[in-house]
């Protein structure tokens, strides 16, 4: 595990007086391209990275007490109707999780957890979705449940539609489930069939990078709802169930009847999903080149039609472009800040740094950081 299990262990019998029972712990994911097309029953292309949220738990008799041991916080609540904590924040996660497995008719039992991750938080690289992910597996495991992994990631996306509040797609959560060491992951967000894609980087001597703009979603998430609306409008308008049944030439057949915003939502949407088959294609080739140039496409149909970009994010891109042997960048996740994620030649990675991420910190001021990653495997469950 990339957390550190033996010091999760250890603080868990420090919190709670006694020792845990089991481990959960999920990745963040990067995607790697089919942004904002999950929610639009659409395909994604993201692979979970080494960087984890690992949750130590074990039952008691009574409620739920929970320790998120970065912050140094506490909660308690009693597992049935669970309600909202005031002030929010990671409190409401793990509420929120307990209350999905309420609704969809599963008993909780009382358990003390605690957990700790190393996936940056608010980066646009899924903490909550891992988060999530584990504290569902760990409930269920506590409780003698047994749940298949597909029915785990949907039950953290309740959590997060029905109790935090943010209308996400399936995404983040079947990445965390389903991540594979090697491999990024073709989901159909319709079927929710998940196919792993061997990467070969290293054979062909190219690195994923993350660089974290260091620009934080404020008003992401109501952003990001107002898009998932605007969405469900612009099908609707074209008489389909999801805009991943609309093809270009329905589109620009239908383009005077639609409000211009909502013509350039989906056409994003429309693209980009041509986008994730042409670079499944580009993978199956091992042509990293033709990726590449498909990841810039995707940034500037994020940044013009579907608009959740920002001058920081497109910063970071426009520098890696001025980069020889960078091959592709583009933000990544739903915007607003967060990461940009980048193909880059392995012997280019010191320019990179120097061209992308120093100049980047020159120019706006802002601690940007970058991270190579590499493809991981998803969620794990372990006994203690
Ligand atoms: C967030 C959501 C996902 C997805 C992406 C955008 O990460 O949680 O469901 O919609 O944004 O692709």
Redesign the pocket.
Known sequence: MTADRAALLDSFRRTFGRPAQLVAEAPGRV?LI??????NEGH?LPLAIDRTVAVAAARREGGVRACALDCGEEDAFPPDGVTPAPGGGWRNYVRGVAWALGEAGYRLRGLDLAFSGDVPAGA?L?SS?ALEVALAAAFAAVAELSLGRRELALLAQRA?NGFVG?Q?????QLAAVFGQKGHALLIDCRSLEVEPLPLALERSRAAIVIVDSAVRRSLGDSA?NERRRECVEAAAALGVTAIRDVTTEALEARRADLPETLYRRARHVVTEEARVAAAVAALHHGDLDALGRLLYQSHESLRDDFEVSCPETDLLVELATGVDGVLGARLT???FGGCTVNLVREEALEAFQRQVVDAYRERTGLPARMHPVSAAGGLRVSGV
Do not use: F, L, P, S
């Open positions: 995607n089919g942004e904002h097309t999950d929610y994604v646009g899924a979705a997060e943010v996400c797609g399936i995404m983040d990001y996740g739903a915007g």
